[in-house]
């Protein structure tokens, strides 16, 4: 549903592709959760070389259009795989404005939008697992990373 | 080109000579079927050789979606395979729901047709217009999950959508199924066994393109109060926790629900068998198909396996019905029978009947290479299970089907397969509810009640029973007046949810969908305009093509009946001791409002 409502709200279209949160499922696991900037720490993708990124005032990500040649540093610089070109667009979560509609669409109250007070998330760990992997591995690996703590409990609990 | 709401292309796949092509999908064929299942039986009536052999190259394997899939519609994940069964010679088809329909339709096609058959194990590698055949001699004999897996890692590409075979259908077991997203099976009428036939271990597809819609907003507008509706109904607390596991103890209670094959509609041990139980020892979180807001799924995890489901027919199948009062012990055949693509209600069924005709002496064990099984005897009933999968010893009779298998015994036996026009009935006694009886015989891929779900005869809505039926009875599930009238009504919704497509438990089970409803949702999605009046009158067509597919198929019209079981063994305990069912009647009433000889 975040994906869709991501989708919609932005191009009255629905496509996985056209969305900037991304739902990963690795089924033989049962983890599936959503890919999107964490806004993290080091910004590794602000190294843009033709300066068409900047922050916004929510900590949102703007890439000009304009400005931008498609050269996808910032998507193979990202270490979770949160940036994805689909028609000669990086699509990266800019946050709706500050109302993000994929937090609104879930029911499972599994998305959430906290503004931040205290220091962002790091990446850096995750940086050094995303060496030769393409984005749709980065993502994955993003997603069973962040799952593992959630299958430790789940076996306490059950097992 | 169909631009909104379709894929607008059909991809054809002959592998024999590994060669495809894609066609336009033509609105003018599509717009009196919408889609989806429809949409398959119309391609198998124009173009199948009903005489076929349906594990030959002729059989055409129909993947199929309508309009509706994969978009902002709520629960719209289902696609549908169809083909002829090579279980029961006559119509074949199977849903399921996940992410494959979703991802078909970015793919831009409404339709994959497969035929031929490869002299090699392979898989299809569909990325929007290209198909690959990828030999697949590493994939032979791997599990649901370890074939998803290696595509995925082989493409380096985890947003695939994988539909595959396991064992099961690798070894033509004839009840066995395609499974995708991990765990979701097109479980029945062995669409996997046609797939094996063709040497095809599994699809995998990544689309790239988008849905676009005639009206976004007016969409938005109407599947905004749908959702809503959802999250309102009375049953959304209970379906989001259990999923259909709820109906464990919801048969229970009126007394059908399969007890030692259907000898029984109560079970003492229910408790321990049940969906809450299920919910509150072994579920660790709830699992979604595409852009749904019920997410009734689960997944779980035991001190020896982890796995999604069951649903409540695998539940029952191999708990109540098999006489088995442990609980783990089905959770463990679940994860089982969706990794090796096997269909759990047929399964189930041809181990029980067996165990029954056992029970009775009806099958000695030296008719049977001197296997012997009782009630819940877990050992064997795993042991049986994995030798159907491999078709080993009595395990590849068996993987016939009971009823192919009992006609090797005598007529008692034969009697005694819970079947209809060679397909194991699903889990509920006809007995205590009356529609769905009606369903199971004249359904047109056999026992079966998803083709019209006649749920409103549990609601207890007499009023609205009175309205829409002509007569409060519609609404008491043991009454058999306007129950033909009531699966009529209820035929035409099933088959607009497949055809959408929409899922059952919520359009049609939550009453959510109705034709007003859906020829507005239609008319937004895909810029064609449709009415509700003109709605029910094409989907009333689809089903008579349905009936005549049929009889081109060689079915004989005294089909339509129910086992002896049901019609004069009354049930002799809980909440439908007493009835049987009056099958001759409601099928006379049926086939009178369908004009059938």
């Known amino acids: 549903m975040c994906e869709t409502s991501c989708s919609f709200f932005r191009s009255g279209q629905t496509s996985r592709l056209r969305s900037r949160i991304k739902v990963v499922n690795i089924y033989e696991t049962g983890i599936d959760g959503p890919v999107v900037c964490q806004q993290c720490k080091e910004r590794f993708c602000m190294d843009c070389p033709v ?76 940086k050094k697992e995303s060496k030769r992997k393409n984005v749709s591995e980065k993502q ?7 799952g593992k703590s959630l299958r430790k409990k789940w076996r306490k609990e059950n097992a | 080109m169909l631009k909104y709401g379709y894929g607008g292309r059909i991809l054809r796949v002959n592998l024999s000579a590994k060669s495809y092509k894609v066609e336009e999908l033509q609105k003018s064929w599509i717009r009196d079927v919408i889609g989806g299942r429809a949409a398959n039986s119309k391609r198998l009536y124009e173009e199948i050789d009903p005489k076929c052999d349906p594990l030959g190259p002729d059989n055409m394997l129909i993947f199929g979606i309508g309009p ?21 010679h006559i119509l074949g088809d199977s849903a399921a729901g996940g992410q494959f329909g979703a991802e078909m339709k970015i793919s831009g096609f409404d ?305 005694l397969v819970m079947q209809v026009k060679g397909l194991d009935i699903i889990c509920g006694d006809p007995r205590g509810i009356k529609a769905y009886g009606l369903t199971y015989a004249i359904a047109s891929r056999g026992g079966d009640h998803l083709r019209a779900e006649p749920y409103f005869e549990l609601t207890r809505k007499y009023k609205l029973a009175r309205q829409r039926f002509g007569t409060e009875k519609a609404a008491d599930r043991l009454a058999e007046d306007g129950k033909a009238a009531l699966v009529t009504w209820s035929e035409k919704i099933a088959l607009l949810t497949d055809s959408l497509t929409m899922c059952k438990n919520i359009g049609l089970c939550m009453d959510i969908l109705d034709f007003e409803e859906a020829a507005k949702l239609l008319t937004m999605a895909t810029g064609i305009n449709y009415t509700a009046s003109y709605l029910e009158k094409i989907l009333g067509k689809a089903i008579e093509t349905d009936y005549k597919l049929n009889l081109k198929f060689g079915l004989s019209t005294d089909q339509d009946t129910l086992p002896d079981r049901f019609t004069k063994e009354p049930l002799t305990r809980g909440e439908s001791k007493g009835s049987v069912v009056n099958i001759e009647k409601m099928v006379k009433e049926y086939r009178d409002l369908h004009n059938r000889e």
């Open chain 1, 140 to 146: 994955a690996n993003f997603i069973m990373q962040s």
């Open chain 2, 111 to 415: 339709q994959i047709i497969i035929t031929g058959k490869s002299e090699n194990l392979i898989y299809l590698d569909i990325t929007n217009d290209n198909v690959q055949f990828v030999d697949a001699p590493h994939l032979k004999h791997k599990t649901i999950f370890d074939t998803t897996k290696f595509i995925r890692e082989e493409k380096r590409d985890f947003a695939v959508q994988v539909a595959c075979i396991g064992r099961a259908g690798e070894n033509k077991v004839l009840y066995s199924s395609v499974v995708s997203s991990g765990n979701r099976k097109n479980g029945r009428t062995g669409m996997g066994a046609v797939m094996g036939s063709k040497n095809l271990k599994a699809i995998a597809i990544k689309g790239k393109g988008s849905v676009e819609y005639a009206d976004p907003l007016g969409l938005l507008e109407l599947v905004t109060k749908m959702k809503t509706k959802i999250y309102q109904h009375e049953e959304y607390d209970k379906r989001h926790q259990m999923g259909t596991t709820m109906l464990m103890n919801d048969l229970n209670s009126i007394g059908i629900l399969p007890t030692n094959h259907f000898q029984q509609g109560v079970c003492d041990y229910i408790d321990e068998v049940s969906g809450e139980k299920l919910a509150e020892v072994y579920k660790v979180k709830n699992k979604s198909c595409f852009n749904c807001n019920v997410h009734c799924s689960r997944y779980y995890v035991t001190d020896k396996i982890e796995a999604e489901g069951p649903e409540y027919e695998t539940l029952c199948s191999f708990s109540s019905k098999i006489g088995n009062d442990d609980l783990e012990f089905a959770l463990e055949m679940n994860h089982y029978l969706n990794q090796n693509g096997l269909d759990s209600i047929s399964a189930g069924e041809a181990i029980s009947w067996l165990i029954e005709c056992q029970e009775k002496g009806i099958i000695k064990p030296e008719e049977v290479g001197g296997y012997q099984i009782k009630w819940g005897e877990k050992d064997k009933i795993r042991e049986l299970a994995e030798m159907i999968v491999t078709r080993d010893g009595i395990g590849d009779k068996l993987a016939n089907g009971a009823t192919n298998f009992s006609k090797s015994f005598s007529k008692e036996a034969q009697d």
């Open chain 1, 51 to 126: 300066n068409a990124m900047s922050i916004g005032e929510n900590g949102q990500i703007i890439i000009s259009h304009t400005i931008c040649i498609h050269c996808n540093k910032c998507m193979n610089s990202c270490p979770i795989g949160a940036i994805e070109l689909y028609e000669d667009v990086y699509y990266v979560c800019d946050l709706c404005g500050g109302s993000p509609k994929c937090v609104e669409n879930c029911s499972e109250e599994a998305i959430t939008y906290i503004a931040l007070e205290s220091e962002s998330v790091s990446l850096a760990d995750f």
């Open chain 2, 68 to 88: 509706l899939t994969g978009t902002v519609l709520p629960a719209s994940a289902y696609y549908t395979i169809s083909a002829k069964s090579p279980l029961t």
